[in-house]
């Protein structure tokens, strides 16, 4: 069973910018950042490929964030730039079944959850 773990949220400010983190317990898997706020449904942000060649944004996160990855250290990362209120969720990291490597935004297509971490955006 593979684990993943998130780290990096907190408050910010409009505008600013926020790094998260998300490490498993194996390698080479293909990983998504999705997102839920308070009485919304659950949306993808961002997904990588097992080997890191292919990547996808939801379109309200396209131009601002950056997904990347280390696979010798088993660390997914999300980089949020121009941060805006609606950002605001509890962000998870999820990974599809090994064999599957592509990204895909969607998330009937993980089996592997996260506990999600809190990102605030407020002035």
């Known amino acids: 069973q593979l684990q993943l773990v998130e780290s990096g949220g907190g408050l910010v400010q409009p505008g600013e910018s926020l790094t998260l983190s998300c490490a498993a317990s194996?390698?080479?898997?293909?990983i998504g950042w999705f997102r839920q706020a308070p009485g919304k449904e659950r949306e993808g942000v961002s997904c990588?490929?097992?080997?890191?060649?292919?990547?996808y944004y939801a379109d309200s996160v396209k131009g601002r964030f950056t997904i990347s990855r280390d696979n010798a250290n088993n660390t997914v990362y999300l980089q949020m730039d121009s941060l805006k209120p609606e950002d605001t969720a509890i962000y998870y990291c999820?990974?599809?079944?090994?064999?599957?490597?592509?990204?895909?935004?969607?998330?009937?297509?993980?089996?592997?959850w996260g506990q999600g971490t809190q990102v605030t955006v407020s002035s």
């Open positions: 999820a990974a599809r079944k090994p064999q599957f490597n592509l990204c895909v935004l969607r998330d009937q297509a993980y089996v592997y």
């Open positions: 194996g390698r080479n898997y293909a």
């Open positions: 990588i490929s097992s080997r890191g060649g292919n990547t």
